[in-house]
């Protein structure tokens, strides 16, 4: 069963860049047609898909955020990334890395979360 995990710093400052990292066990990244997505919760908010990598390394972004989103992967780690740049309050969240059959759901598989808040 797959399982993801999501990791990095709970704390970034205002201006800086959050970035966070998903470690996949039991599945692979490039498995076909699996698409590894980033999806964050405010509190008190909804979902908001952020963006996701293909099994085939292709990315695709919400347009609210492209300007300043970056997904990658590094496969000998099976693992995919998250880069926010120039991150405000309004980026304080609980983030999620998921897996699903496509880059618009559904998602099948989520790590538990990781709170991120952004504060100086």
């Known amino acids: 069963q797959v399982q993801l995990q999501e990791s990095g710093p709970g704390l970034v400052k205002p201006s800086q860049t959050l970035s966070l990292t998903c470690t996949v066990s039991?599945?692979?990244?490039?498995?076909?047609?699996?698409?590894w997505s980033w999806i964050r919760q405010p509190l008190g908010k909804e979902m908001e898909w952020m963006g996701a990598?293909?099994?085939?390394?292709?990315?695709y972004y919400s347009p609210s955020l492209k300007s300043h989103t970056s997904i990658s992967r590094d496969t000998s780690k099976n693992q995919f990334s998250l880069q926010l740049s120039s991150v405000t309050p309004e980026d304080t969240a609980v983030y999620y890395c998921?897996?699903?059959?496509?880059?618009?759901?559904?998602?099948?598989?989520w790590g538990q979360g990781t709170q991120v808040t952004v504060s100086s």
């Open positions: 039991g599945g692979s990244i490039t498995t076909s047609y699996y698409y």
């Open positions: 990598i293909g099994y085939d390394g292709r990315t």
């Open positions: 998921t897996r699903g059959g496509g880059y618009s759901g559904p998602y099948n598989n």
